[in-house]
C-alpha cells in the first residue's frame, strides 16, 4: 500500500477535520434514517472507513493544537 504524507498548518488542518465530521455526522444519519439495506450497508462500511482516518487524526491534532482544534463555531469571539 502506498501512503501519502502531506504537512498542514492549523488552520488548513481545521478545515480537513471539519469536512470529515461533518461527513462523519451526514454518514451516520444516513445509515440511522435509511430504509434502504444496501444503503445501509454501503454507507456503513465507508462509515467505519472515515473513522479509522477521523479518530486517530482527531487525537493527533487535539494533542498538539489544543482541542479549539474542532471548534468550528463561526461566532465572533
Do not use: H, W
Not at 488552520?11 to 451526514?26: D, H, P, R, T
Not at 479509522?52 to 493544537?65: D, T
Amino acid at each position: 500500500m502506498s501512503q501519502f504524507k502531506l504537512e498542514l498548518a492549523e488552520s488548513e488542518l481545521k478545515y480537513v477535520l471539519e469536512g470529515l465530521i461533518a461527513l462523519e455526522q451526514q454518514m451516520a444519519e444516513t445509515c440511522e434514517t435509511s430504509d434502504d439495506p444496501d444503503e445501509i450497508a454501503d454507507v456503513g462500511n465507508d462509515l467505519v472507513e472515515l473513522r479509522l482516518l477521523l479518530n486517530p487524526l482527531k487525537e493527533r491534532a487535539i494533542s498538539q493544537f489544543g482541542d479549539s482544534i474542532t471548534d468550528f463555531s463561526r461566532d465572533e469571539l
